[in-house]
C-alpha cells in the first residue's frame, strides 16, 4: 500500500504539475515522468507486459512525437500564451466535481475485497489469449493502426493550394 | 480502505486532472495530453480490476488494456497530425481561434 501510495503520488504531482506549466517542451518532460509512474503501478500490480508496452509505447514513441508537434508548432515570439482567464474557474468546478463523485462512488460501493496474491497470468498466458481467443481483434487493431498512421502522415504532409508558398 | 479502492482513487483523481485539462487549457497539443490522460485512468481501471476482481486467471483486463494502448497509439498519431495541420492553417494552435467552420 505504502508502494501504490508512492507511484500514485509522484504520479498525480507530474501529471498535474505538468498540465500547469506555461512551457510545453516542460509539460511534455513532465508527461514522461508520470507516464513511467503509471507503467511503475501497472508492475506493481503484476502486469508485466502492459508496463513494458506503457514504457514502449507512451515513454518511447508518443513522448517523441509530442515533442516533435511541439517543437514544429511552436510560434516563433516565444512560448508564452496567455490562457484565456475565463475558463479556469468552471474548468476547476467541474474537474473537482468528477472527482467527488467519483471517489464518492468508489468509497460507497461494496468492491470485492480481493485477494493478496499476485495473478498468474504473464506473458505466456497472454500470447495465447491475444493469438487464440481474440486473433480476430488483433487483425483488427493491427489493421487499424496501420490506416490511423497513413492517414496522419497525409494529414501531416498535405499541402494545399491555399499554402503552397 | 482496500487496495481496489486506492487504485479507483487513484485512477479517479487522474481522470480528473485530464478532464480539468481539457477544459482549462488552450493549446490544442495540451488539450490532446489530457485525454490521454483520461484515457491512461481507464486503462488503470482495467488493470485494478483484473488485479482485484474474481477471474484474474482469465486476463480480460490486461488483453483489453494491450487493445487499448495501441488504439492510443493511432489516436495519438492522428490528433498530432491534426495538430500539425491546424497549424499550418492558422500559424498557432490556440482552440479558442480555430472557428474556420463556426457557421
Known amino acids: 500500500m505504502t508502494a501504490l501510495a508512492a507511484i500514485a503520488l509522484l504520479t498525480l504531482a507530474a501529471a ?150 | 480502505m482496500s487496495p481496489l479502492q486506492a487504485c479507483l482513487l487513484f485512477s479517479s483523481a487522474l481522470f480528473s486532472l485530464g478532464l480539468i485539462a481539457v477544459l482549462v487549457r488552450s493549446n490544442a497539443i495540451l488539450v490532446l495530453l489530457g485525454v490521454e490522460l483520461m484515457l491512461n485512468a481507464a486503462n488503470l481501471n482495467f488493470i485494478a480490476f483484473w488485479r482485484y476482481g474474481p477471474a484474474p486467471a482469465e486476463g480480460h483486463g490486461v488483453v483489453f488494456v494491450v487493445f487499448a494502448l495501441a488504439v492510443a497509439a493511432a489516436e495519438a498519431a492522428v490528433g498530432l497530425a491534426l495538430v500539425i495541420a491546424l497549424h499550418r492553417h492558422q500559424r498557432n494552435v490556440r482552440l479558442g481561434e480555430a472557428r474556420r467552420l463556426r457557421g
Open chain 1, 16 to 165: 498535474a504539475i505538468a498540465l500547469a506549466l506555461r512551457d510545453l517542451i516542460h509539460s511534455a518532460l513532465l508527461l514522461i515522468a508520470s507516464w513511467v509512474g503509471i507503467a511503475a503501478f501497472y508492475l506493481w500490480a503484476g502486469a508485466e507486459f502492459v508496463a513494458f508496452a506503457q514504457v514502449l509505447i507512451y515513454v518511447g514513441a508518443i513522448s517523441m512525437v509530442v515533442l516533435f508537434a511541439v517543437l514544429l508548432t511552436r510560434p516563433p515570439t516565444g512560448p508564452a500564451t496567455r490562457e484565456p482567464s475565463g475558463r479556469a474557474v468552471p474548468g476547476f468546478l467541474a474537474g473537482g466535481a468528477v472527482l467527488g463523485l467519483l471517489a464518492g462512488a468508489v468509497l460507497s460501493s461494496p468492491l470485492p475485497a480481493g485477494t493478496g496474491a499476485a495473478p498468474a497470468f504473464g506473458v505466456r498466458e497472454l500470447g495465447l489469449k491475444l493469438l487464440g481467443p481474440h486473433a480476430g481483434a488483433l487483425l483488427a487493431t493491427a489493421a487499424l493502426l496501420t490506416v490511423a498512421l497513413l492517414g496522419a502522415v497525409v494529414l501531416a504532409a498535405a499541402r494545399g493550394k491555399e499554402d503552397a508558398s
